[in-house]
Each structure stands twice: as C-alpha cells, then as structure tokens.
C-alpha cells in the first residue's frame, strides 16, 4: 500500500523547525510506501525525517521549485512520477501549486485524492488587501482563480484542520468536507510530563513563530505591572524587535525568548508553566501549539476571534481583546484565582481527550480506507 504526499513546505523546513511527528503521513502505519514529491530545492535526506512514515519506507523524489511562473512545466515530470510510484492514494497539503500538479496526477490515473487546507486562503489574501501589498494580493487572486478552485472542486475529499476553514472550502466548490483537527500525541504531551524548570513566580508560555500577525508585543507589555514571568519561544522576523521592546520596558528579568527547543522538550515546558497565551490579529484557527499547551493541562488565553464561526476549544479558552491592557487583566485574573486555574485546566484536558492525536489518527485512516475501497470495488 503506497501513499503518495505534496507538503506544503520543503521537509527540510519542518526538520529545521523541530517539527517532524511520529507516523504524520502515516496513520496508524497503514501505509507500507510514502512517496513524497517535493517542490522544492532544498530538501532533506529521507533517513533524517523517517518518523514523519512511522514504520514505512520514506522516499523523497526533489524536483525543485515550483512556482507561479513555472509551474505548469511540471505537470508531465510530476505525472510520470506518480504513474511509476503506483500509489494507492495522493495526499496534498495545499490547494496551489502542489494541489493542482496533484490534482492532475490523480484526474489523469485514476487515483483518490485528498487535499489537506490549514489555512483560510481568502484570509490571506484579505490581508494582503488590507495591507496595501497589491503584488501579493493579485498574485494570490490568479492563485484562486487559476489553482485553488480547480483543487478543491476535483478533490476527492478536503480536509480542514479547523472549523473555520470550511466556509473558504465551501465557497471553492469542495465537497466531502471533513474536520480533522492537528494530531497532539497525548501519551507525549501530558500533564504528567516532568518541569523544566522550577519557578519562583508564575509563569506564561507562548509558542510560535514571530511575525507581525501574532503580535506578541502586546502580551510582552501586559508584563510590565505583572508580577509574573513570561517565556516566549520562537523564531522569525521579529525576534531583534521584540527583544528591543523588552529591554526598552526593562523588564528583561520578566521576560525571556528562546529561538528554538526541540519538539519532545516542548512538553516539559509547559508542564513548568501556569497558562498558556496565544496574540493573534488578522489570523483564525487554532495554532498547534494551543492544543499542545492544553493537552499538558494548561490553562489558555487567547485573542478573540470572528463571531462568525466557533471551534471546539471556545467553552475551554480565556479569550480576550487584542491589546495589552485586556492580556494583563486575563493573566492577572487566572493567576490569583486557583479555582478559576483549576476549571480552565480541567476543561482543556476534557476537550484534549476529545481530539487528541489517536481519534484524529482513526478518522483520517477511516477517510484514507473509504476513498481506497471506493476505487477497488
């Protein structure tokens, strides 16, 4: 049994991130085969990001980068490929350019197809609009012209990570919708993991990368009258930034940031914390890490998202407005209230139970498994 994968990004990447997870293209190793077509120039040797198949045999076929300009001359290579891999179903992790160049394997071979969305698309390229990035913008338009309406309406099933996705899904034309949330490995992330550390004051973690969208500057600014410590881990164009903001407040005693911890180190550092915090503007869903934290029984405060949809972690997360003053207000509240700390905690550990890593394994094996039997009877 062969699996055929798009990524959205190169391996490489994911490596380098500390972001490669047990049996991620693998469900419940059902798979013996995982063939991944990377779009990419720099890539990884496959023996390096061999959990990402479980117990399957990984092999990375680089075909160098594709993008808008050039894409379309990898139709052929890329359906050449696939018809020799021979695999019993394709998987893309985007509805672009590998969504597309999947899409036509799949359409030209008969094979089920299932494209994977993390992200609302209309999303990004409202922002793009909003920010006056009108190359962006009109780039990512002839992307949902041109790729994005194609993949979706051609799949044979999307998945959305989250609940907010699938208005976007719908609106592409695709059909069979499903909700798989992010897999969290429950028997890693626990809340009987052992601390890190051990704190003399409350602490607040936050995990992800550093751009302008999760405005971590705000939650860095709640600590100013806090009585309380805050570790920020993460990378990205606004690490020099936000380090200069801290000293400039003086309160780098307060608050510390760490670039990188490897991927099985994250759960001792959330078991070495009171709560867990997640800035974000222009940006829905619910980032990894937030079911991560949850999972080792942290309680979490997050910025307020649209009204217009709802996740499952809502009744389980402190939201609050984006801005400093209402992220002080939300920590100072958990951290003097132990019973309060305690109802959150409880709650994110009965919500974790309902999505963690192994039901969400079962229910895209259960999706692979249909679509498969589909094409043999």
């Known amino acids: 049994m062969k699996l055929c994968i798009f990524p ?46 479980g117990n399957a045999l990984l092999k990375i076929h680089k075909l160098g980068k594709a993008n808008l300009s050039n894409y379309k001359s990898y139709e052929n290579k890329v359906i050449s490929i696939v018809s020799e891999i021979k695999p019993s179903l394709i998987r893309t992790f985007n509805p672009r350019i590998q969504g597309w160049l999947a899409n036509k394997a799949a359409k030209k071979l008969k094979i089920p197809i299932v494209v994977s969305l993390h992200t609302n698309y209309d999303q990004q390229r409202n922002l793009a609009k909003k920010k006056g990035n009108f190359f962006r913008f009109l780039k990512l338009s002839y992307a949902s012209r041109k790729l994005e309406r194609f993949t979706l309406t051609n799949a044979d099933a999307v998945i959305c990570v989250y609940e907010y996705i699938v208005p976007y899904a719908k609106k592409m034309g695709a059909s069979n ?48 009258n806090l009585d309380a410590k805050l570790l920020i881990i993460g990378d990205g164009p606004n690490f020099e930034a936000l380090n200069n903001l801290i000293q400039s407040l003086d309160i780098a005693n307060k608050v510390e940031l760490i670039k990188r911890i490897p991927n099985d180190q994250l759960p001792q550092y959330y078991t070495s914390c009171d709560l867990y915090v997640q800035p974000m503007e222009n940006l829905d869903g619910i980032p990894i890490p937030v079911l991560e934290a949850m999972a080792c029984g942290l309680p979490v405060v997050m910025s307020k998202h649209s009204k217009e949809y ?10 609050t407005e984006n801005n400093p003053e209402s992220f002080f207000n939300s920590f100072k509240m958990i951290l003097t209230n132990s019973e309060f700390k305690e109802e959150l905690k409880q709650k994110s550990l009965s919500i974790i139970n309902e999505i963690g890593g192994e039901k969400m394994e079962e229910k895209e094996l259960s999706l692979y498994r249909k679509l498969i039997d589909k094409i043999d009877s």
Do not use: W
């Open 8 to 53: 959205n990004d190169s391996l490489k990447s994911y490596y380098e991130k500390g972001e490669i997870k047990d049996r991620y293209f693998n469900p419940k190793n059902f798979f013996d085969e995982i063939h991944v077509i990377s779009l990419f120039d720099n890539e990884i040797e496959a023996e390096k990001v061999q959990n990402l198949a």
């Open 177 to 224: 919708i499903l909700v798989i949330y992010n897999k969290v490995d429950l028997d890693k992330f626990s809340s009987k993991s052992p601390k890190k550390f051990v704190s003399n004051k409350p602490t607040i973690i936050s995990v992800g990368r550093l751009i302008d969208q999760k405005n971590h500057k705000y939650i860095i600014k709640a600590m100013k």
């Open 310 to 319: 709802s996740e499952i972690i809502d009744k389980a997360v402190m939201f």
